[in-house]
């Protein structure tokens, strides 16, 4: 709303430099232009108002605030952000979520890498393998976690554990070991989001020119020493996308650590976006939620500022 | 010879790991089981049956998951669909005052996890009277930047010559939109739609939050709220694959805007 009558206060001292024809015939023409810009943007630009720019500035206020549900909230300065210091579970929350992507992205990008390279190979069936490997990216986390609740179950009549017994290991606990829990909540992300690590990569390798593949043939470079004396080298831009959106992503998980271990054991699995939905919606701390959700917008910045410095701005930006 | 065999190997060995927790799901589905009582292997195909199906289908809260689920994923997808397009159309070919200010604030806005909003827009929203409602999942979801920038980077490469010539012939800015950008831009479109479509259908995280009451939940807050409690992996299963479905066939039918989107979206 605001941004039209700018506009318009603009587009009058324009008119009274420059054209000097009356006011009421340039609001006619530029209407006549725009009339559909004004008509679409002015209802979006108050939408984007309320549901983004808004609570993101609330949500700043809220970090100082002791926010009520019911009563007046009180101003309390700095304490919300000081009682993150001495927050042992919110540090915890934090480490585990940097342990959850040390476990996830490499794997994600290597797995996504090979399917990628599978389905470029130019064998039969790749089209109909690319949608299979493809399938976990639009199935819903609640979808997966169910399955791998049970295929990880942590008894004897667990199916990996069943498959395990066969190389002659024994039960393990899986989702109710502490040391285990993380590792299984990647590999459910690994699982479902590999799939469209290797559109990129796929995307990736058909950019790459056939006549380098035959050149290294001619100079006797086996397919083996092709691949990481071309393909690998020359995907490099595509490792860097790859690798700060599955960090991005990593940083968000939330899904299966509420669906599968409830932040537990111990804590284990509790990551930053885990904590926060804890302390806002069970202990109703809306304020202190608030803290933590900008030391995820921290973060996420950061990585984004480091994504944009080395790619530019138009194309990187999702 | 031996490096292709080798290749198809891998190939159908990978597939099959990936399709394996589909496979378990639907087999479990059709088996009548207690979460108890399962061996690793209990799933594989013998003595079938539909209880587990019948189950949800006499228990109202489940069709009515699936109809909320649908009523706040339908709306959505249209809605994104209409305006990333004509918003794509604005940004890519009409000039305006505070184009660019504008696009730049759209653009830094994305940096913004949506998890930061949620404590403000509940705060927001239980002023609204929201809370339990439809409009908490919907109105937000009416339109998404990503889709804008989406059609409009596809829109940059449609020639200009020719809405110049539709305006020749008179038509207005409307017209040229949905004469010939929309058709033209029907892929970037389609690749919106299809994205909100699972995005909303598969969302947890805003309607466990938005929704309490356990008649509103879509099927994702019912799935594992309350089928994920009763114990019985069968008929969990059974809701499972039913919730799935919807997606499966939406992903069979525009396959390729799902890939082509996810490689546009990021790559030129």
Same mark, same amino acid.
């Given at each position: 709303m605001e941004k039209v009558l700018v506009n318009q206060n603009e587009m009058t001292l324009d008119n009274e430099v420059k054209v000097k024809r009356p006011l009421k015939q340039r609001i006619k023409d530029e209407w006549r232009k725009n009339a559909l810009v004004y008509i679409i943007l002015v209802p979006v630009l108050a939408h984007f108002l309320v549901f983004q720019v808004i609570p993101f500035v609330y949500s700043f206020i809220l970090t100082f605030l002791n926010y009520r549900i019911i009563g007046v909230s009180e101003f309390v300065g700095l304490r919300n952000w000081t009682q993150l210091f001495k927050d042992d579970i919110a540090w915890k929350s934090i480490w585990n979520t940097i342990l959850f992507s040390i476990y996830y992205i490499v794997p994600t990008m290597a797995l996504g890498l090979i399917l990628a390279l599978?389905?470029?190979?130019?064998?039969? @069936?790749?089209?109909?393998?690319? !949608?299979?490997?493809?399938?976990?990216?639009?199935?819903?986390?609640?979808?997966?976690? !169910?399955?791998?609740?049970?295929? @990880?179950?942590?008894?004897?009549?667990?199916?990996?554990?069943?498959?395990?017994?066969?190389?002659?290991?024994?039960?393990?606990?899986?989702?109710?070991?502490?040391?285990?829990?993380?590792?299984?909540?990647?590999?459910?992300?690994? @699982?479902?989001?590999s799939g469209s690590t #290797?559109?990129?990569?796929?995307? !990736?390798?058909?950019?790459?020119?056939?006549? #380098?593949?035959?050149?290294?043939?001619?100079?006797?470079?086996?397919?083996?020493?092709?691949?990481? #004396?071309?393909?690998?080298?020359?995907?490099?831009?595509?490792?860097?996308?790859?690798?700060?959106?599955?960090?991005i992503g990593s940083f968000q998980i939330f899904d299966s650590a509420y669906l599968l271990t409830s932040g537990g054991p111990n804590f284990s699995t509790s990551t930053i976006v885990y904590y926060l939905y804890s302390i806002g919606f069970t202990n109703l701390n809306f304020s202190y939620a608030a803290v933590l959700s900008y030391v995820l917008f921290a973060i996420i910045l950061v990585i984004s500022l480091i994504q944009r410095k080395y790619f530019g701005n138009d194309q990187s930006m999702y | 010879m031996l490096t292709k065999i080798v290749k198809y190997f891998v190939m159908f060995f990978l597939g099959f790991c990936f399709l394996l927790p589909f496979l378990i799901m639907v087999l479990s589905s059709l088996k009548e089981t207690t979460y108890a009582s399962l061996d690793p292997l209990f799933w594989l195909p013998d003595n079938p049956s539909l209880n587990n199906f019948a189950y949800l289908f006499r228990n109202d809260n489940f069709l009515r998951w699936i109809f909320n689920s649908v009523i706040v994923t339908i709306i959505p997808v249209f809605?994104?669909?209409?305006?990333?397009?004509?918003?794509?159309?604005?940004?890519?070919? +009409?000039?305006?005052?505070?184009?660019?200010?504008?696009?730049?604030?759209? $653009?830094?806005?994305?940096?913004?996890?949506?998890?930061?909003?949620?404590?403000?827009?509940?705060?927001?929203?239980?002023?609204?009277?929201?809370?339990?409602?439809?409009?908490?999942?919907?109105?937000?979801?009416?339109?998404?930047?990503?889709?804008?920038?989406?059609?409009?980077?596809?829109?940059?490469?449609?020639?200009?010559?020719?809405?110049?010539?539709?305006? $020749?012939?008179?038509?207005?800015?409307?017209?040229?939109?949905? +004469?010939?950008?929309?058709?033209?831009? /029907?892929?970037?479109?389609?690749?919106?739609?299809?994205?909100? /479509?699972?995005?909303?259908?598969?969302d947890l995280f805003q309607p466990l939050i938005y929704m309490t009451n356990e008649k509103m939940y879509p099927i994702t807050v019912g799935l594992a709220s309350t089928l994920s409690k009763e114990g019985n992996f069968g008929i969990e299963m059974a809701g499972a694959t039913l919730s799935f479905i919807p997606t499966f066939l939406i992903f069979l039918f525009f396959q390729k805007y799902f890939t082509e989107g996810i490689q546009m979206s990021g790559l030129k």
């Open positions: 599978i389905i470029k190979s130019g064998i039969h @069936f790749t089209k109909l393998i690319k !949608g299979v490997f493809f399938l976990p990216v639009v199935t819903s986390f609640v979808v997966v976690a !169910g399955i791998w609740e049970w295929l @990880f179950s942590g008894t004897e009549s667990g199916f990996i554990n069943y498959l395990l017994s066969f190389l002659g290991i024994n039960t393990q606990l899986f989702l109710s070991d502490s040391k285990q829990a993380l590792i299984v909540l990647a590999g459910l992300s690994i @699982f479902k989001v #290797m559109i990129y990569y796929f995307a !990736g390798l058909q950019s790459i020119p056939k006549e #380098m593949y035959e050149a290294a043939k001619i100079d006797g470079a086996s397919s083996f020493k092709s691949f990481w #004396m071309i393909t690998f080298p020359l995907l490099k831009p595509i490792h860097f996308y790859v690798l700060i959106i599955t960090t | 809605s994104q669909m209409f305006f990333a397009g004509i918003l794509g159309y604005i940004f890519a070919r +009409k000039q305006f005052v505070g184009k660019e200010v504008i696009f730049w604030t759209f $653009m830094a806005v994305i940096m913004i996890p949506q998890q930061l909003l949620i404590i403000p827009k509940f705060i927001m929203f239980s002023k609204f009277g929201w809370i339990n409602e439809y409009q908490a999942l919907i109105v937000p979801e009416l339109w998404a930047i990503m889709g804008v920038f989406l059609v409009r980077q596809f829109m940059q490469g449609i020639p200009m010559e020719l809405d110049e010539a539709a305006r $020749m012939d008179g038509a207005n800015d409307f017209q040229v939109f949905r +004469k010939i950008y929309m058709p033209l831009a /029907f892929p970037s479109i389609a690749t919106v739609g299809t994205f909100a /479509f699972v995005s909303n259908w598969n």
